[in-house]
Every structure is written in C-alpha cells, then in structure tokens.
C-alpha cells in the first residue's frame, strides 16, 4: 500500500487541556488513487493532511509512505520527504503577493536548488501552460479571480513533480463554474500524470468525482478508511 496510516492519534495541549484531533485512525490509500477526505468541521480533516505531508507528527501510532515509516522522522528528514513526494494546495491561495504570477513558481523552487536557476523559468512557463493559466504569468495575484488563483498555487505544488498532491478544500472559495474547472485540472493530474491526490474538502461535487470516499467525524475513520 502507498499509504498507510496505522493507529494514528493526534493531541494538541492548550494550557492545562489536552485536546484530541484524531484518535486510533487507520487507513490505507493506493497509489494513483483520487481519494476525499469528507467529515464536518473539527472532525480532523486538516489535521490527517498534515500528518501524511510531513508538517506534524502524530502523538500515537504510524504512518508510512512508499514503504517508509514518516511518523517518527526527523525534522530534516521530512523536510527531504516533502520536497521529493508532496505538492500541497490550500483554500487560501497563500500566493506572494509582492511577485508575479511566474515569480510565484520560481521563487519558492530556487530554495529546493532541485533545478538549474537558467530552467526553472522555462519550467515554469511549462507548468502555467499545463494548467491553464500562462496568459497571466506577469500579473499579480491581486490581478486574478479566485480559480485563476487557485490554477497558480496547483501549478506551484507541481514544481518539485510531487508523487502525492494534498489539498485542503481547494474549491472552498470558488463559485461552481471555478469549483469545475479545478476538479477537472487535478483529474488531469490524477489520471494524466499518475499522481495520488487525496483532497479534504465539504464539497459534494469533490466527492463525486472521487474514486474513494473517507468520511471522518469526531477524530475518527467512519467509512471508507480501508
């Protein structure tokens, strides 16, 4: 399995409270699978993404990537993981708006030194034009509507070629015709380009397009974890 979660629990302290996000969950995905993560808000959604990403580690059980245990890695052996399988994508953009639309691409990825400065231009281009959006690579964020937006930061997580794309609610503050258009892009990728994409998301219209369905509530896996 390309994913799998093992007895997974998280407990984040606030002062004298300890507060539970996920508890005992296991679940498995495929690789090359398109899978939603579905659940009300607070039932850990975000908290299982970054777990898988690398960005948090559990306070129980295992998790394991493309047969390598990531629970217990160091800080600097995450920070290799994330730069070699993960692309991430957040309802918010988090676009810099001080760069271009280009510049967004290229800025964060000169830090990976995975490319030569004088490729990652052209790279990049490439990758606009992958998605959609290369008719705008000088303007500024503050220039694009929310899916063309949205189109940048996925063409941004493309930028290291990512074995696995976590996204949370990507389609959260877009209209339905945008709502559309995204979910098609990150089929292209799944199907395209072979890549596992596993989205959090309230959207029904994700769930439908989603090969698998796992629902959460309460910090825990109710349906569709194995």
Do not use: C
Request: net charge positive; hydrophobic share 35%.
């Amino acid at each position: 399995m390309f994913i799998k979660v093992q007895n997974v629990s998280k407990y984040y302290v606030s002062g004298s409270t300890s507060v539970r996000a996920l508890h005992d969950v296991s679940l498995s995905i495929k690789k090359g699978e398109f899978v939603s993560i579905a659940g009300p808000s607070g039932s850990g959604k975000t908290t299982l993404l970054n777990l898988i990403g690398g960005i948090d580690h559990p306070s129980e059980g295992k998790i394991f990537v493309d047969g390598k245990e990531i629970s217990s890695a160091s800080e600097r052996e995450l920070s290799k993981y994330r730069r070699e399988y993960m692309g991430f994508v957040f309802q918010r953009f988090y676009l810099l708006p001080q760069f271009t639309v280009l510049e967004n691409l290229t800025f964060p990825a000169e830090f990976t030194k995975k490319y030569k400065k004088n490729d990652l231009r052209s790279i990049a281009i490439k990758l606009l034009e992958y998605v959609g959006i290369a008719h705008k690579s000088d303007r500024y964020p503050t220039e694009l509507s929310g899916g063309e937006a949205q189109r940048v930061a996925i063409a941004r997580a493309l930028i290291n070629r990512p074995k696995i794309i976590l996204a949370d609610e990507p389609t959260g503050e877009l209209d339905s015709e945008n709502t559309e258009n995204i979910i098609s892009l990150f089929k292209k990728l799944n199907f395209n380009d072979k890549i596992t994409v596993i989205i959090a998301t309230h959207d029904p219209e994700v769930w439908k397009r989603s090969q698998r369905i796992i629902r959460l509530k309460d910090g825990g896996v109710v349906h569709g974890g194995k």
